[in-house]
């Protein structure tokens, strides 16, 4: 059984900094893409950040929102990625979610090619 288990959200203030990590059981992501994304109520998922495969090395791409402060990675022998958040602004708050493809090593910023998720973790920043 597959499943995906992330952590590290939390309050914290605007400038400051956060770790999300995302565990994955059951499952191998070696040759495929792994993403970020992020809720708010009443909102569509949104893309944070993804990390795909290629025969020449990871691909990684940010939303434009929080690129230059988060920064994506994942460590294969302990099926872990984490977000690295910089720079926290109050409209970083939002559920944050790691996902996985479960037949694709490319990257996507579309929610709906995602097959595993995890939980959760919520991210709030205060002004």
């Known amino acids: 059984q597959v499943r995906f288990v992330d952590s590290g959200g939390g309050l914290v203030q605007a400038g400051d900094s956060l770790t999300l990590s995302c565990v994955a059981s059951g499952w191998t992501f070696t040759y495929y893409a792994m993403g970020w994304f992020r809720q708010v109520p009443g909102k569509d998922r949104e893309f944070v950040a993804g990390?795909?495969?290629?025969?020449?090395?990871?691909?990684?791409s940010y939303s434009d929102s929080v690129k230059d402060r988060f920064t994506i990675s994942r460590t294969q022998a302990a099926n872990t990625m984490n977000l690295k958040m910089n720079s926290l602004k109050p409209e970083d708050t939002a559920m944050y979610y790691c996902?996985?493809?479960?037949?694709?090593?490319?990257?996507?910023?579309?929610?709906?090619?995602?097959?595993?998720w995890g939980q959760g973790t919520q991210v709030t920043v205060s002004s």
């Open positions: 990390i795909g495969w290629s025969k020449s090395g990871d691909v990684i």
């Open positions: 996902a996985g493809r479960s037949t694709s090593g490319v990257m996507s910023m579309e929610a709906r090619r995602y097959t595993y």
